[in-house]
């Protein structure tokens, strides 16, 4: 396969929406996007190649998990990642981080050595550096590469949060350094600074001085209300370098991803759409639906009248509320891939609503009933 560049074009903008493509070695990817989340070389409950067929361009994994199990030795010996998990889509690898602070026991952080944790799996001791991060997700031969950061628990703490803050920036120069250059790949920065507006523009200001290929915002989805993230995005949409793609990490409902595209974003990820569909909870232009509960035990309607892309629509609410109440390995497998689906439906949506410039609209009529 011949090579190409990491580059971002941006196409067009309606008022702060943003329509754009990212080009990597693996292929293209039209923004704004939504990554499904496949945080174990997997994404639970579907095979690749029908995530494919939902329209999805880039998929997320992730360093902490892979590093941990099943190692990242066993999937160098596949050829890296793609290989290891048959997947031809472009990747995404989180540096880890965030499940350093969300999963494993006894987490300490150290200025120069990185984070100390030991494994949420087994109690084995780790060390994960800003270096070794870098380094794992080259060897996992991560597409889209994700600097190390702390990232702290939602907190009014003003000190803590700078705290937090200026170590991450100390872990981006030195996450960027091991990067190199490569420009078959790219490195994210990412933005930190809790709810502070000042923290958040001068994280931005110092990660601009490094230079990164795209910018992530970072320590939000960690139990703030919707506002305040919206809030947070504000502060920083002016400021964000405009030939560079705007990643907001972990997020989210649809409403918070019509906020946020309002607001500039490019890129989103979440497990939501994935774990909504393990439990029975779907996503559809209808609004969501609980597949669980007993008004559908009679419902011969199809779950989703007006998807258009991967249509489940051969399988009624009657049939999958059966499938659910009976602990049926197929329902969530069927509710999955219905939310991957809708999701890169919206997201295919949002895109043509920008290129329209009627994207205002398109917000006004579904922000707050999906």
Not at 140 to 147: F, R, T, W
Not at 179 to 194: D, S, Y
Not at 248 to 270: E, H
């Amino acid at each position: 396969m011949e090579l190409s560049n990491f580059k971002f074009n941006l196409i067009e903008n309606d008022r702060y929406s943003r329509l754009g493509k990212i080009i990597t070695k693996r292929g293209s990817i039209d923004t704004p996007a939504f990554m499904p989340v496949g945080t174990q070389a997997t994404i639970k409950g579907a095979f690749i190649e029908d995530v494919v067929k939902t329209g999805s361009q880039i998929i997320l994994s992730n360093t902490y998990h892979l590093m941990i199990r099943p190692g990242v030795d066993r999937i160098k010996l596949a050829g890296g990642l793609h290989q290891f998990m048959n997947c031809k889509l472009p990747i995404l690898t989180d540096s880890g981080g965030f499940q350093v602070m969300s999963l494993s026991k006894l987490n300490v952080i150290d200025r120069e050595k990185g984070a100390i944790f030991q494994s949420h799996i087994d109690g084995k001791k780790f060390i994960l550096s800003p270096e070794e991060s870098i380094k794992i997700q080259k060897e996992l031969n991560s597409d889209i590469v994700m600097i190390m950061d702390e990232c702290p628990k939602k907190t009014l703490n003003y000190d803590e949060i700078k705290k937090s803050m200026e170590l991450s920036i100390y872990w981006a120069e030195r996450s960027k350094k091991e990067f190199g250059l490569n420009k078959e790949k790219a490195l994210f920065g990412i933005v930190q600074g809790g709810l502070f507006e000042d923290l958040r523009i001068k994280s931005l200001q110092k990660l601009i001085e490094i230079d990164f290929d795209g910018y992530a915002i970072g320590g939000l989805a960690v139990g703030e209300t919707q506002i305040e993230m919206f809030n947070t995005l504000d502060f920083l949409k002016d400021l964000l370098p405009k030939d560079k793609p705007r990643y907001l990490m972990g997020v989210g409902t649809p409403s918070d991803i019509l906020g946020a595209v309002m607001r500039g974003v490019d890129m989103f990820d979440c497990v939501m759409p994935t774990r909504s569909g393990r439990t029975g909870l779907a996503f559809t232009w209808n609004g969501r639906v609980q597949i669980r509960n007993s008004k559908y035990q009679n419902d011969n309607s199809p779950l989703d009248e007006n998807v258009k892309n991967f249509s489940l629509n051969n399988y009624s609410k009657n049939y999958l509320n059966h499938l659910f109440n009976t602990n049926e390995m197929l329902a969530s497998m069927l509710l999955t891939i219905n939310n991957i689906n809708f999701y890169q439906e919206f997201m295919s949506a949002i895109r043509k609503n920008i290129k329209n410039g009627t994207f205002q609209q398109f917000y006004n009529k579904y922000f707050g009933k999906l």
